[in-house]
């Protein structure tokens, strides 16, 4: 029986889907039907089923609590990994419909939620605490705290984990180069080029490209395409077959 590869993380993490007049426009421009991902490519690669928990919009907080909800199925040798996303996004408890919704900057983004219990300024000024200097520290090091107890738990149960991120001050600032980068997927590298501060660029460097560059700026979505798919899936599974 193959074990698993199982994805956590925001949009970055999760499949194209038909929701958004961008990603219905880029499955037209690739001919009907959307290019494989970089999970797709990876656990082909590496001979595992794919269990995917990708959330698009998610922050960390909600990152954080699917793998609690999930960590239960995970089994030894399983491979985990884990996209935190920006600091700026947060959770919301709507009112109206009992649920956590995902939060950033301004009322744009909670009326596409359906959230009407907080306006633009209230967003803003809490966006503005996690992500100023001098406080944006603070919830990185929550994320190490979290990352700490995910590490214990991979150490009991047997399964492989490993992180990235697309905001550069979650994994890559200066403040936490000294922890373990084994589990950080070309952590060291990213930390030593200084043009490169987080994944997404360290994939551009390599070739890989969004949708926006790969339509000509026809499409102007932010998130990879199939170039950039196929770059990460390279970068990961370079560093995991390294780690065997």
Not at 7 to 22: A, D
Not at 127 to 137: E, P
Request: proline share 2%; with cysteine; charged share 25%.
């Amino acid at each position: 029986m193959k074990n698993n590869l199982y994805i956590f993380g925001c949009s970055f993490s999760s499949p194209y889907h038909e929701e958004t007049e961008e990603y219905r426009r880029y499955k037209t421009f690739c001919g009907g039907s959307f290019p494989n991902t970089w999970f797709e490519l990876l656990s082909n690669k590496l001979n595992l089923n794919l269990i995917n928990h990708g959330i698009p919009g998610a922050g960390n907080d909600m990152i954080f609590n699917k793998i609690i909800e999930e960590i239960r199925t995970i089994s030894k040798d399983d491979v985990v990994i884990i996209g935190w996303s920006f600091l700026s996004r947060f959770m919301w408890a709507n009112r109206k419909s009992k649920k956590w919704v995902n939060m950033n900057f301004g009322r744009n983004h909670s009326v596409l939620n359906g959230d009407e219990d907080i306006t633009e300024d209230t967003s803003n000024e809490i966006v503005f605490n996690r992500t100023s200097n001098g406080t944006f520290q603070l919830y990185t090091e929550i994320i190490n705290q979290r990352i700490e107890l995910i590490n214990y738990i991979s150490e009991l149960i047997g399964f492989k984990v490993f992180y990235w991120s697309c905001d550069p001050y979650v994994l890559y600032s200066k403040e936490i180069q000294h922890r373990d980068n084994t589990k950080i997927v070309m952590g060291e590298k990213i930390y030593i080029e200084s043009e490169v501060d987080n994944m997404i660029k360290l994939i551009e460097k390599n070739g890989g490209v969004r949708i926006k560059e790969e339509t000509n700026q026809e499409i102007y979505d932010f998130h990879l395409g199939k170039m950039g798919h196929q770059v990460m899936c390279d970068l990961f599974l370079k560093h995991i077959s390294q780690l065997n």
